[in-house]
């Protein structure tokens, strides 16, 4: 019997990457700890991770299975080609240095938000905000970046980000109620910019703004990450928000004349 099921998906490639996000998930497992969160049965977990060792994309330690190195690989290719970062690179660098803060460039893909490239995170913040080891996700809904991007959207596609993910909360101060969100993102496409005021983690505040990037055909944003005390300020918010602005002009320029140079 052929191993697909009524999408024409092949049943045996999802039980595969489930378990390879299992392995990240729970930093590592052996397969009865695999099997138990996935729902598989040992003996199927058993020959996937056989095969994965095999072909060195895990490592066994023990009994203990781990994601290995053939990831970081497969990662740094794809982080290299993307044009996005390479074209941006160089101004967040110089945001970095302007307000002495952590900066962070996201796009989205499918309904989740994707942290692309960071730099001066001198309070460790990113470590704080990843829940999970090698995490990169985030739902849009929780951050400044992720709010952003949502505002470029119409309320039809908010909708199906809303249908498809929910609105779970990171802490108290997570937007979980549409109407309130629906609310903030008008605020967002009026100021231009969007806050989280401690949204994904307690005294942690960030202020975002978005924009489009033809290069990958993405919605994407910047945003600069630091503690609440300084977002608080009305002066350096505005001055924050001013530099993203300015640095977001920059990139705009840069990718409408790419093909030109």
């Known amino acids: 019997m052929e191993d697909t099921d009524t999408l024409g998906l092949v ?41 994965l060792h095999h072909e060195r994309f895990v490592q066994k330690q023990g009994t203990e299975y781990h994601l290995g190195l053939k990831f970081l690989d497969l990662g740094r290719y794809l982080q290299n080609k993307t ?20 900066v962070s460039l996201s796009v989205k893909e499918y309904d989740y938000g994707v942290y692309l490239y960071s730099c001066n995170d001198k309070y460790d913040i990113q470590g704080a905000t990843k829940q999970k080891i090698g995490q990169s996700r985030f739902d849009l809904h929780t951050s400044s970046a992720g709010k952003s991007i949502l505002a470029q959207l ?11 993910h929910g609105l779970d909360a990171e802490t108290e101060n997570t937007i979980t109620d549409r109407e309130k969100l629906f609310s903030e993102l008008e605020e967002i496409r009026n100021k231009g910019f969007a806050l989280n005021r401690g949204e994904r983690i307690e005294g942690v505040w960030a202020i975002g703004s978005g924009f489009y990037s033809p290069v990958g055909d993405c919605y994407a944003a910047l945003s600069i990450t630091c503690p609440e005390h300084r977002l608080a300020n009305d002066e350096i918010r505005e001055k924050y928000a001013e530099e993203l602005f300015n640095t977001i002009n920059e990139i705009e320029i840069k990718l409408r004349f790419k093909d030109q140079d």
Do not use: P
């Open 154 to 164: 119409d309320d039809e596609q908010v909708e199906s980000v809303i249908e498809e």
């Open 11 to 51: 049943k045996s490639d999802i039980r595969l990457l489930e378990i390879i996000s299992t392995l990240q998930e729970i930093d590592g497992g052996g397969v009865t700890e695999v099997a138990e969160c996935t729902g598989m049965n040992t003996s199927t977990v058993h020959k996937h991770l056989k095969t």
């Open 83 to 102: 044009e996005l970062i390479a074209i941006a690179e160089e101004h967040l660098r110089d945001l970095a240095d302007s307000v002495d803060e952590l």
